[in-house]
């Protein structure tokens, strides 16, 4: 089940960037980043409500709570940086090089998380990269 959610963030994330492109066209990338943040949230709390699960923060480890206020610190820069590229980029070639972020947490993943490092994610990795650079050159 778990790869059909990440096909639709792959669908949606795709989405993001087009729709934004369209959106950002003369407006603030700062303003823009604020604007679907707020949207987000409403998004996220909603869902929260309507599933019933704002009784588990109180669950939260304090480790939870500062890895993901971490997370939301490198999520609100990243959004803010991606915003400021595609408004002064091209969504063609600003999508790949944000997309290298894949290759970045696969690394991430063998370094900090301790994961096996296998032929195929290294492979992948490689044909990640190769494709990034070939797209944006």
């Known amino acids: 089940m778990w790869?059909?959610?990440?096909?639709?963030?792959?669908?949606?994330?795709a989405l993001?960037?087009?729709l934004a492109k369209i959106g950002i066209d003369?407006?603030?990338s700062n303003l823009a980043t604020a604007i679907r943040t707020i949207v987000v949230l409403i998004m996220a709390w909603g869902l929260v409500f309507l599933?019933?699960?704002q009784?588990?923060?109180?669950?939260?480890?304090?480790?939870?709570?500062?890895?993901?206020?971490?997370?939301?610190?490198?999520?609100?820069?990243?959004?803010l940086f991606y915003y400021k590229a595609l408004q002064l980029g091209e969504a063609s070639k600003v999508v790949p090089?944000?997309?290298?972020?894949?290759v970045i947490?696969?690394?991430l993943a063998f370094v900090i998380l301790k994961e096996a490092i296998t032929a195929k994610t290294l492979i992948g990795g490689l044909l990640i990269t190769i494709g990034t650079f070939v797209l944006i050159l």
């Not at 790869?3 to 994330?13: D, E, G, M, T």
């Not at 009784?55 to 959004?79: D, E, H, M, Q, R």
């Open 3 to 13: 790869i059909v959610f990440a096909l639709l963030s792959a669908l949606f994330a």
């Open 16 to 18: 993001t960037s087009i």
């Open 26 to 28: 003369g407006v603030n």
């Open 51 to 53: 599933t019933g699960q």
């Open 55 to 79: 009784y588990g923060i109180s669950n939260i480890t304090t480790k939870g709570w500062i890895f993901l206020i971490l997370s939301g610190i490198a999520t609100g820069l990243s959004w």
């Open 97 to 102: 090089i944000d997309k290298f972020s894949v």
């Open 105 to 107: 947490s696969m690394v």
